[in-house]
Protein backbone atom coordinates (compact mmCIF):
# COMPACT_ATOMS: atom_id res chain seq x y z
CA UNK A 1 0.00 0.00 0.00
CA UNK A 2 1.54 3.67 -0.92
CA UNK A 3 1.47 6.07 1.45
CA UNK A 4 -0.60 8.66 -0.18
CA UNK A 5 -1.81 9.36 -3.63
CA UNK A 6 -2.50 13.13 -4.96
CA UNK A 7 -5.91 13.46 -7.22
CA UNK A 8 -5.75 16.34 -9.40
CA UNK A 9 -1.75 17.49 -9.72
CA UNK A 10 -2.76 20.89 -11.01
CA UNK A 11 -0.60 23.67 -9.30
CA UNK A 12 -1.77 23.04 -5.14
CA UNK A 13 -1.95 19.10 -6.42
CA UNK A 14 1.05 19.07 -8.14
CA UNK A 15 2.85 20.98 -5.49
CA UNK A 16 1.73 18.49 -3.17
CA UNK A 17 2.91 15.78 -4.98
CA UNK A 18 6.38 17.05 -5.68
CA UNK A 19 7.22 18.12 -1.97
CA UNK A 20 5.78 14.88 -0.55
CA UNK A 21 8.09 12.65 -3.18
CA UNK A 22 11.10 15.05 -2.42
CA UNK A 23 11.00 14.35 1.26
CA UNK A 24 10.65 10.69 0.49
CA UNK A 25 6.99 9.88 0.89
CA UNK A 26 5.57 7.39 -1.17
CA UNK A 27 3.18 9.07 -3.47
CA UNK A 28 1.13 8.23 -6.41
CA UNK A 29 -0.07 10.82 -8.12
CA UNK A 30 -3.87 10.18 -10.20
CA UNK A 31 -4.67 12.13 -13.63
CA UNK A 32 -6.51 11.91 -16.70
CA UNK A 33 -4.56 9.37 -19.19
CA UNK A 34 -2.49 12.70 -20.96
CA UNK A 35 -1.62 14.16 -17.74
CA UNK A 36 -0.42 11.17 -16.55
CA UNK A 37 1.67 9.99 -19.38
CA UNK A 38 3.26 13.85 -19.50
CA UNK A 39 4.11 13.23 -16.00
CA UNK A 40 5.85 10.21 -15.98
CA UNK A 41 7.89 11.10 -19.06
CA UNK A 42 8.98 14.42 -17.64
CA UNK A 43 7.95 14.49 -13.86
CA UNK A 44 6.87 17.65 -12.12
CA UNK A 45 8.96 20.18 -12.31
CA UNK A 46 8.66 22.83 -8.93
CA UNK A 47 10.16 26.00 -8.19
CA UNK A 48 9.83 26.99 -4.47
CA UNK A 49 11.50 29.67 -2.64
CA UNK A 50 11.56 27.01 0.14
CA UNK A 51 12.85 23.86 -1.47
CA UNK A 52 14.03 25.56 -4.48
CA UNK A 53 14.48 23.81 -7.64
CA UNK A 54 13.69 20.48 -8.27
CA UNK A 55 11.72 17.58 -10.37
CA UNK A 56 9.69 15.21 -9.01
CA UNK A 57 9.23 12.01 -10.67
CA UNK A 58 6.26 10.24 -8.73
CA UNK A 59 4.64 7.52 -10.31
CA UNK A 60 1.76 8.73 -11.90
CA UNK A 61 -1.77 6.55 -12.98
CA UNK A 62 -5.19 7.78 -14.38
CA UNK A 63 -6.77 4.71 -12.35
CA UNK A 64 -5.96 3.99 -8.76
CA UNK A 65 -5.95 0.28 -8.53
CA UNK A 66 -4.38 -0.23 -5.35
CA UNK A 67 -5.40 1.12 -1.67
CA UNK A 68 -3.86 3.94 -0.06
CA UNK A 69 -3.08 5.08 3.33
CA UNK A 70 -4.71 8.99 2.75
CA UNK A 71 -6.03 10.29 -0.57
CA UNK A 72 -5.32 13.86 -0.97
CA UNK A 73 -8.16 15.63 -3.10
CA UNK A 74 -6.44 18.82 -4.70
Not at 15 to 29: K, P, Q, R, Y
Request: net charge positive.
Amino acid sequence: MRAVAVLGPGGVGGFIAAALSWAGTEVTVVAREPTAELIARRGIALRSVRLGELTARPPSVAVLREPVATLVIA
